[in-house]
């Protein structure tokens, strides 16, 4: 069963950077086009930057130009460089696969954004 691990939340003040990672036990990830998620509270889940196997990325508007999708296939790792962060980006992180059926959903990382 793969499992996702996500970290490298924290408290951060606005306009600091962050990087996420996300670990990816089992097989087949370099396949996988993979996903960053967030979930602010009362809000649902959405997706903030995707990469593809070959490495195409695509960001929600809200983000581009300050966060960075980046992948390991050799480490089956994959990050999120979070730059100029603001409140709003305030919210518990994961991630998963994009286009099909989510994999078993990790626990998340929150990452809070306030001075």
């Known amino acids: 069963q793969v499992q996702l691990v996500e970290s490298g939340g924290g408290l951060v003040q606005p306009g600091g950077s962050l990087r996420l990672s996300c670990v990816f036990s089992?097989?087949?990830?370099?396949?996988?086009?993979m996903g960053w998620y967030r979930q602010a509270p009362g809000k649902r889940r959405e997706l903030v930057a995707s990469?593809?196997?070959?490495?195409?990325?695509d960001y929600a508007d809200s983000v581009k130009g300050r966060f960075t999708i980046l992948r390991d296939n050799a480490k089956k790792t994959m990050y999120l460089q979070m730059n100029s962060l603001k409140p709003e980006d305030t919210a518990v992180y994961y991630c998963?696969?994009?286009?099909?059926?989510?994999?078993?959903w990790g626990q998340g990382t929150q990452v809070t954004v306030s001075s």
């Open positions: 998963n696969t994009v286009g099909r059926p989510p994999l078993v």
């Open positions: 089992g097989s087949n990830f370099r396949l996988y086009r």
């Open positions: 990469i593809t196997s070959a490495g195409a990325t």
